[in-house]
């Protein structure tokens, strides 16, 4: 049985061929079946010019006249099972083989190319001249059954495609025999085309009086008048089961295709290549300057000095994948926080957008980012840089992957925190802070101290983040901001009338915190009659009763230290006092928590006031609350 890729004057023929002879039983097992991906390395039973070149190829002609090459599989495969109700029937068989022809003009054919199934490897030598078509031959090289070469299209048409063979293009057939029907199918597409579901011709025979025990398959290949190059990429073979899949991908690659073209085509290629090499430059440089304008970047002198500090644009926006809405951690009044991972360095990063649309101070301000951008403490989310975008301004920060602090506080959806890891975060962001305000070689006033500007990192420490709002000044000098920002519930009194952050605001601050993460409450909310009710009035007159530690938290699993939690209690209110001299400082603070001072007995005289009223009534002009952020808390969230 042949399959016979011929080439003749403007056409080709593919053909299948069975050769009859006697042979003995065959092995079993895994001599049933094969497959290669190549040809390197393959004991193939070569003779005439066949060769396998270093790359894989299995070359049967070499483009010389009156040449001939075969290859066969090096042993013979049973065709017979003897232990069969029908010893005497031919198995049925799969095989499938991509090819390709390159002939001595791209429009002139060659002689053909056979896949053989034989008792004797000597039975064919050349094959006979005929038009582009796919034949099944037995005992012989004319045709039983033939039709045009090409393939059914698989949308629902089954609109016939022609195939020329001798396109110097690599094609795949498939051949299956059917035992039980006694049918030959053949199908073909170009490589890459997934096997069609409609064959290109089909066959009734039986191989029962041809196909002997044992017998030989492989390929055989003959030039005459026209030299040719027959070329062999990959080949599979099974007996009573499908051929095993080519990985098309690892399939070696064929040589250059044809001679170099002809002057006269130069003529027409050269002006066409020429005009399309002008378009190529000129699309390419409308794509450069696109690109540039697409990651353009903001850069001025004087940030030369900043160096490593300034990240690329370009950078920050591939590690956000554009910015996407799905790496956005949260968003609120200062800006959006979008979750990235750096392609150089694969680090998660967290990038804060933050408008900066008024150049003033914005030197001044892009210096103090480069300087915290020093900071280096455990529990301290890491600024690691900046980078300027037209309006915006972005932050890069460590990413933490347990979020922000308030999500654990608020977010019904997670389990609420334990007592010891409310009060292990608690003394972590008093540890942080005091090394802002003086353990650095500057002052740091973080100026917005609070739940969500508190991160979670893998490991259950809190770590103060945000340093959009955070100013430093050298010690034993003042603070000169003037503006008053942060967040409504965490202002200390006095920015009323002074605008002036301080450390002791920062402890105002941290004050509010303390009572938020013991009570698990929001340090301003509304109550049934819209009224604004701050927390620290709220566990004020919880004290005054006698019932502080009726404002713990009641979602705190697993109980708690009453001791430790009228404690934090009893030291948020210390830390809340209106008055910024009666205030502990961060060092004290610390000392507090580690047990390195005894908290002084607070008197109801020492901490009669009430925040709300010194906080919104005449104190805060209307000047100053138009910059105050009014959020009881601010929905940023995830790392930063």
């Not at 890459?192 to 002997?212: M, N, Y």
Request: aromatic residues 8%.
């Amino acid at each position: 049985m042949l399959l016979l890729l011929q080439h003749l004057y403007l056409g080709a023929m593919l053909l299948l061929t069975m050769i009859t002879h006697g042979s003995t039983a065959a092995p079993t097992g895994d001599r049933d079946r094969f497959i290669y991906n190549g040809f390197a390395g393959a004991n193939l039973t070569l003779d005439g010019v066949a060769a396998v070149t270093p790359a894989g190829l299995l070359v049967l002609t070499n483009g010389c006249l009156q040449s001939k090459g075969h290859a066969f599989h090096p042993s013979t495969l049973p065709f017979r099972d003897p232990n069969a109700r029908n010893a005497t029937a031919a198995r049925s068989f799969s095989t499938t083989f991509v090819f390709a022809i390159y002939g001595q003009y791209a429009d002139l054919s060659s002689n053909g190319l056979a896949f053989v199934v034989a008792a004797d490897r000597a039975v064919l030598s050349n094959a006979m001249p005929g038009r582009n078509h796919v034949g099944v031959d037995v005992n012989s090289l004319k045709s039983i059954n033939a039709t045009d070469a090409g393939y059914y299209e698989d949308d629902g048409t089954e609109q016939f495609q022609n195939l020329s063979l001798i396109s110097r293009k690599p094609m795949q057939v498939w051949v299956d025999y059917d035992g039980a029907a006694t049918q030959v199918t053949v199908t073909m597409a170009p490589l890459g085309l997934p096997r069609p579901k409609t064959p290109l011709l089909q066959a009734s025979i039986d191989l029962s009086d041809v196909v002997r025990a044992k017998a030989h398959v492989g390929f055989s290949s003959a030039t005459s008048s026209l030299v040719s190059r027959h070329f062999v990429l990959g080949w599979s073979f099974a007996l009573d089961g499908p051929a095993p899949a080519l990985n098309i991908a690892g399939l070696p690659a064929l040589p250059p295709a044809g001679p170099k073209p002809r002057s006269k085509v130069l003529e027409i290629v050269l002006p066409v290549a020429s005009a399309a090499l002008v378009l190529a430059v000129g699309i390419a440089i409308y794509t450069l300057v696109r690109r540039r304008i697409k990651y353009a970047e903001l850069r001025e002198d004087w940030e030369l000095a900043f160096g490593p500090h300034r990240f690329a644009y370009k950078d920050l926006f591939h590690a956000t994948s554009g910015f996407s809405d799905k790496k956005l951690l949260g968003a609120g009044g200062f800006g959006s926080v979008y979750k990235g991972v750096l392609r150089k360095t694969g680090m998660e990063v967290a990038v804060k957008k933050v408008s900066h649309e008024s150049k003033q101070g914005l030197k001044e301000f892009i210096s103090e980012v480069v300087s915290m951008g020093r900071l280096r403490h455990r529990n301290l989310v890491q600024l690691l840089g900046y980078c300027r975008r037209k309006g915006k301004l972005l932050l890069i920060y460590d990413y933490m992957p347990n979020g922000s602090l308030d999500r654990h506080l608020y977010d019904q959806s997670k389990s609420a925190l334990d007592w010891p890891q409310r009060f292990h975060i608690i003394r972590g962001v008093a540890s942080g802070l005091l090394y802002l305000h003086d353990d650095w070689e500057q002052v740091v006033i973080h100026r917005d101290v609070k739940a969500s500007n508190v991160l979670i990192d893998g490991e259950m420490n809190g770590r103060l983040g945000d340093f959009g709002l955070a100013r430093l000044y050298d010690h034993g000098s003042h603070a000169h901001t003037t503006h008053v920002m942060g967040t409504m519930g965490y202002l200390a009194p006095e920015l009323g009338h002074t605008g002036k952050a301080t450390p002791a605001t920062d402890v105002f601050s941290f004050g509010a915190f303390l009572l938020e993460v013991t009570c698990g409450r929001r340090p301003v909310e509304k109550d049934g009659l819209n009224n604004r009710v701050m927390l620290v009035d709220w566990v004020l007159d919880n004290w005054r009763k006698g019932s502080i530690i009726h404002a713990v938290d009641t979602r705190i699993p697993d109980g708690y230290n009453l001791d430790e939690a009228s404690f934090v209690l009893k030291l948020g209110l210390l830390c809340s006092h209106p008055l910024p001299s009666a205030r502990p400082t961060m060092r004290q603070v610390v000392q507090y928590l580690d047990g390195a001072m005894v908290l002084p007995n607070l008197s109801p005289a020492y901490l009669g006031f009430t925040t709300i009223e010194r906080m919104y009534n005449s104190e805060f002009n209307q000047n100053v609350m138009s910059c105050v952020s009014y959020t009881a808390m601010s929905d940023l969230s995830g790392g930063r």
